[in-house]
């Protein structure tokens, strides 16, 4: 910080601004004060605690210091230059993004890279190149994180908050993460490369296959690293640190092969992680050195005679064909593996010379012609009919726009029995039919649903429920469907989801307001006595003369007691006009799944 301070003073650098987390300054004594006094901006963030075993993808670090990352250019204006740093390990690279600061083009656009290199037919996605470090062979896009240099458009479009594990299919360290993000959709190679390889068996079975003489390498691994190639040296810089100045000379031909092992003066070094790149001088030799079939500049009688040395050229196929692919990039190149490329991966995976270990992962084969003949019917078996009404019923869904509403309205003229039920139910249960929800809700505390159905029903029933409740919507039905969740917990023996509880406590506050407090003791102690709760709360509401209010708490009594009385109570206020609401009580009372009945119900 002290460094950094004394850069502004001397006008290298115009601003600070330190991003952390809530109660960081504070830890460290007099720190607010002295950041206060040098007018240095402090934006902190809530720590966000991420359960590791929920994202596997190891994307929890890398949203960690991209929301720090996004707090801290929230604040810098849209056409600065950032230098992101650490305060406690970035002291070496700091003062190296200082220096390159002095040239006079530390940043170059990224299209005017493309012409010079002749790489404008590859995706362009930033405006001016990006300052890293730590460029690597193996681990392709990891560079060093905490400290770097561009542009404030082109740095924020780091920021991505997805999760790996969605588009490559494993986890991926945070060096990854943060520079990969902007490329996977325009350049579908590097995703099937993460997709497709466990790297990390490679970094070290390709050192020592090309130190033995290895040279031939699959098609894909040339296309990949052709197009990795070329947006590595269109869209970023390489750095050198200063403790590189023991860098050696750099000597033609680099094969590709020369890339997986440490040489060329320790501009490739090798080590656990794969080949380190230590300069933008050794990605330069490599591509722009000559194949054999380049003609020598004619010389004129009237030049002068050189003695430079002539580079010789490369003599690797594999070399030849990635540098062909720079030399005339397409639209190919940047595409997603081929079967034929995958199938050949097979081969080399198999060769024991080239990896022992299981590099390959088994991806799903490409899709072939499928024969066009229809077999038999996939209809589902509708239960509870005749094969007559089940085809008159499939026809009438398959003309309808809305099958969800026709399969509700058929179970409600027809009063199927409950373990025929699910089928006609879930489905609009699913779009928050209300009464389809609440007859599920029914069925899930009676056991009237199989195992798969449950399952489902919990989560239908919680998700509408929370919902409902976080946007202060409620009525009869859902809070019917709420309480049947509760006292499916209760009745299960299985402790109630702190959900649950939270939508329940609400259908009180809106329908009994003074008694939740008693419910929650007496529903799984002393359930007997809730008759005399619920009791109590109706005959004020009858002294009141409340009859809406009244009837809200009767049916949250038959709901939770399933005493016929209340049943009594509700039916006598029935008068038609809401149909659906009182065939729904009915065939639930009916049915055994509101008041005790002899009918059975299988599970």
Avoid at 548 to 556: F, H, K, L, Y
Wanted: glycine residues 6%; charged residues 25%; contains cysteine.
């Amino acid at each position: 910080m002290d460094y950094l301070l004394q850069c502004r003073r001397k006008g290298i650098i115009q601003g600070i601004v330190l991003s952390t987390w809530s109660g960081e300054v504070e830890k460290i004594a007099n720190l607010g004060q002295q950041l206060v006094a040098n007018n240095v901006a402090t934006v902190t963030s809530n720590f966000e605690e991420i359960n590791r075993e929920k994202t596997f993808s190891g994307s929890d670090n890398y949203w960690r210091q991209a929301k720090q990352l996004q707090a801290a250019l929230d604040l810098i204006p849209e056409d600065a230059i950032i230098l992101k740093t650490r305060t406690d390990r970035a002291m070496p690279t700091t003062r190296r993004l200082i220096q390159m600061m002095d040239e006079p083009e530390p940043l170059p656009y990224v299209t005017k890279v493309q012409e010079e290199r002749n790489l404008t037919n590859l995706p362009r996605e930033f405006e001016h190149q990006i300052i890293i470090f730590k460029a690597r062979t193996g681990r392709l896009l990891q560079f060093t994180d905490f400290s770097f240099m561009g542009y404030q458009q082109d740095v924020a479009k780091l920021i991505n908050f997805d999760v790996s594990s969605l588009y490559f299919k494993r986890g991926m360290v945070a060096n990854i993460q943060f520079f990969i993000y902007p490329f996977i959709r325009d350049y579908p190679v590097l995703r099937d490369y993460y997709r497709a390889i466990n790297f990390q068996f490679l970094l070290g079975d390709l050192e020592a296959y090309t130190r033995q003489g290895g040279t031939q390498f699959p098609q894909f691994f040339q296309r990949l690293y052709a197009a990795y190639f070329g947006l590595l040296a269109s869209h970023f810089r390489i750095g050198s640190l200063p403790s590189q100045k023991r860098l050696g000379e750099l000597t033609g031909p680099i094969e590709f092969s020369d890339l997986f092992h440490s040489g060329q003066g320790r501009h490739l070094v090798h080590d656990e992680l794969g080949v380190t790149l230590n300069s933008q001088a050794v990605l330069d030799l490599f591509m722009t050195q000559p194949l054999p079939d380049d003609s020598a500049p004619k010389q004129r009688w009237w030049h002068k005679k050189t003695t430079a040395p002539v580079q010789p050229a490369v003599t690797e196929t594999a070399t030849k064909r990635i540098l062909r692919l720079l030399r005339h990039p397409n639209e190919q190149l940047t595409g997603k593996m081929t079967a034929t490329e995958y199938r050949e991966l097979q081969t080399f995976a198999a060769n024991r010379d080239f990896s022992p270990h299981p590099w390959l992962r088994q991806l799903t084969p490409e899709l072939k012609d499928q024969p066009a003949a229809y077999v038999e019917s996939v209809a589902y078996r509708l239960p509870g009919l005749t094969t007559e009404q089940e085809q008159a019923l499939w026809r009438k869904c398959e003309q309808s726009g809305n099958a969800s509403r026709v399969l509700l309205d058929f179970w409600f003229t027809h009063e199927l029995a409950p373990q025929d039920s699910a089928p006609y139910l879930m489905s609009s249960a699913r779009t928050d039919n209300r009464f389809s929800v609440l007859l599920v809700a029914r069925l899930l505390r009676m056991r009237g649903l199989s195992a798969a159905d449950q399952t489902e029903a919990l989560r239908i029933t919680n998700f509408f429920g929370s919902f409902h409740v976080r946007h202060h919507q409620m009525n009869a039905e859902i809070a019917g469907y709420i309480l049947a969740r509760y006292l499916y917990f209760i009745e299960q023996g299985q402790p109630v989801e702190k959900s649950t509880v939270v939508q329940a406590k609400y259908v009180f506050e809106r329908f009994f307001p003074t008694g939740f407090d008693a419910f929650e003791q007496l529903v799984g102690q002393r359930p007997e006595e809730l008759a005399t709760l619920f009791d109590t709360e109706i005959d004020r509401l009858r002294v009141a003369k409340k009859g809406g209010a009244r009837q809200r708490v009767v049916e949250m009594a038959l709901e939770v007691t399933h005493d016929p009385k209340y049943w009594t109570q509700l039916e006598k206020r029935f008068n038609g006009k809401y149909p659906r609401y009182e065939r729904a009580y009915r065939y639930s009372v009916a049915q055994g799944l509101l008041v005790p009945s002899p009918a059975t119900l299988t599970d």
